[in-house]
């Protein structure tokens, strides 16, 4: 059961049932409430089930997105407009709003193996990766998603105490200095893209232990 808020305008109260209309579509079930109030006495509000309402203005709806009544019900003549299934304009607003966020943390997305011959990395899923343990070569993919310029992938990379090769995908960019072709035995190595054009991301490595 649904229990739906209705406003009502006392001035524009007329009518009675057989007069009683429905604005835009929709199915309500039989036990769906509303609330009505009594024009007469503005601290008088009463639920009303649907089904008490008159049959012909709401069947065969689809979706009622702001219902108005005009008629008796339940012996309460009022006008009805109800809110339905319509989003609040002031949220909508709100979340569609640019804001600063302040004091908050952003966890990062990583994604967690031991070995892969083959690393594609998701922007859309993760912000990197962590391999632990890296048996033989491997190839870091182009990755997938649709970035926006700015965003970085953070790549660990350590492997299982035997240097292993490295080959990159075509949208990987050596910045600052040439792309790592192997990795360096029992140590992490550290690849940071970023995102700055189609299909380009600049890479920098570091050694981190």
């Known amino acids: 059961m ?5 406003d009502t305008d006392k001035a524009a109260v007329i009518g009675a049932v057989s007069g009683a209309t429905v604005t835009d579509a929709g199915t309500p079930a039989s036990d769906d409430k509303v609330l009505i109030q009594d024009t007469s006495d503005s601290d008088n509000l009463k639920y009303v089930n649907v089904s008490d309402l008159p049959a012909q203005d709401i069947s065969g709806k689809a979706n009622i997105a702001s219902p108005t009544f005009t008629g008796t019900v339940g012996g309460v003549t009022a006008t009805m407009v109800g809110l339905g299934n319509v989003d609040n304009t002031s949220n909508a607003t709100e979340r569609a709003a640019t804001a600063t966020i302040t004091n908050k943390r952003n966890t990062k997305r990583f994604s967690t193996t031991a070995s892969t011959a083959t690393l594609t990395v998701s922007v859309a899923d993760y912000d990197g990766a962590l391999v632990t343990a890296q048996a033989e070569a491997i190839t870091i993919a182009n990755p997938t998603g649709t970035p926006v310029i700015g965003d970085i992938i953070a790549i660990y990379l350590t492997d299982n105490g035997t240097s292993r090769g490295i ?5 990987y960019k050596a ?19 970023q995102y700055y054009a189609t299909n ?10």
Not at 200 to 209: G, H, I, K, N, R
């Open 200 to 209: 380009s991301f600049s890479v920098l490595t570091a050694e981190l232990q």
């Open 167 to 171: 080959t990159f995908g075509s949208h």
């Open 2 to 6: 649904t229990k739906v808020l209705l």
């Open 175 to 193: 910045f600052g200095a040439a792309l790592p072709t192997a990795t360096t035995i029992s140590k992490t190595m550290l690849i940071t893209a």
